[in-house]
């Protein structure tokens, strides 16, 4: 039976990471793009086999044992390209163009960034700029260095056969096979079922299309989705490059408004608050980040908060202070 709370929404969308699926492999990814990058900047040799078995090491040392996963999460960082690009940004500032630290400065640095930090990006990429002496338009977001890095990301994550190349610095098998639900398979799949019967089911997620799919079918709960309601970070990109706007990932609305009114719905109308606001009052955002509930209440939607992110059950607090409509330990408490 579903928790009578959810008697209220027409439409529910879902985050996925942290919420559906767990994000333990993109933030191995991510640790691993930064390795990476930032060898590769230096111009030192890069052994990818080496990445994979140090990477427990990696990842706790590039993100200070989570701590800056935890931190940037909670300023808005939504996409794992931008947590590895933001992490590679602060580096250079800190320590110039061959930083080769234990990111503790990356941390501290950090910590003295806005609560919105997609507006701080060209600021960051400025003063990496007058640091390193790198050109500013190749620093900025979606430009040269954040695109490389986005491509060093996804060979990471979808290996070198599902990727359809040879990586850049030697052969990845891919952590996408590993991916498992975040909770029981078998309460998700009844979870989304029963919600299914009467309501629009979507999702607005920072993974691209092809990495959104594979567990929503792997799982077997892509039925449940509303076609025209599976909006992922391709839209975005799509979206930014059509009107020049460098900043429609969340926590921008743009993403929960292309899935609540349909994937074909022109991005010009969504960008100019041309639609049904109507809608919105029966429509639920169910996310574990400060990006999501920011996005939410951007465009005025009813939040729930599930404490199975980055920063597990101690995120409740933050939550509460941004007045989440509901806050849930995990997406089985849908059910009763």
């Not at 080769?100 to 060209?122: H, P, Q």
């Not at 969340?250 to 639609?275: N, S, V």
């Not at 049904?276 to 209440?297: E, F, H, K, Y």
Request: net charge negative; with cysteine.
């Amino acid at each position: 039976m579903l928790n009578p709370f959810l008697n209220k929404y027409d439409t529910i969308i879902f985050d996925m990471d942290g919420v559906i699926t767990s994000e333990q492999n993109y933030w191995n990814c991510a640790a691993l793009t930064v390795w990476e990058y930032l060898k590769w900047n230096r111009g030192e040799k890069i052994n990818t086999a080496e990445g994979m078995e140090r990477l427990p090491e990696i990842r706790k040392t590039v993100f200070c044992g989570d701590e800056l996963i935890k931190l940037l999460k909670s300023k808005g960082v939504n996409s794992n390209w931008d947590l590895g690009y933001v992490t590679v940004l602060i580096a250079w500032i800190c320590g110039g163009k061959e930083y080769s630290g234990d990111f503790s400065d990356v941390l501290g640095y950090a910590e003295t960034l806005s609560g919105n930090i997609i507006d701080e990006y060209d600021a960051l990429a400025e003063r990496v700029s007058a640091v390193s002496g790198f050109d500013y338009g190749w620093l900025r977001r979606n430009s040269t260095m954040w695109t490389a890095m986005r491509e060093l990301f996804q060979e990471w994550f979808l290996g070198d056969e599902l990727h359809g190349r040879s990586s850049l610095h030697g052969f990845k098998n891919g952590l996408l096979s590993r991916e498992e639900p975040i909770i029981d398979k078998d309460k998700l799949i009844e979870i989304m079922r029963l919600l299914s019967r009467d309501k629009r089911l979507c999702t607005g997620t920072g993974r691209p299309y092809i990495e959104m799919l594979k567990p929503l079918e792997d799982w077997g709960i892509k039925q449940y989705f509303a076609a025209d309601g599976l909006c992922n970070y391709d839209h975005v990109i799509n979206a930014e490059r059509a009107f020049d706007d460098n900043a429609l990932t969340k926590p921008h609305p743009y993403m929960f408004l292309k899935a609540l009114y349909g994937t074909d719905y022109p991005d010009k109308r969504i960008i100019d608050g041309d639609y049904d606001a109507s809608r919105i009052s029966g429509t639920l955002i169910v996310g574990d980040a400060g990006s999501d509930i920011m996005a939410a209440q951007a465009m005025g939607a009813d939040f729930c908060a599930v404490l199975t992110g980055a920063a597990g059950k101690s995120g409740r607090s933050y939550f509460e202070k941004m007045n989440a409509d509901h806050i849930l330990d995990s997406m089985e408490d849908f059910l009763v």
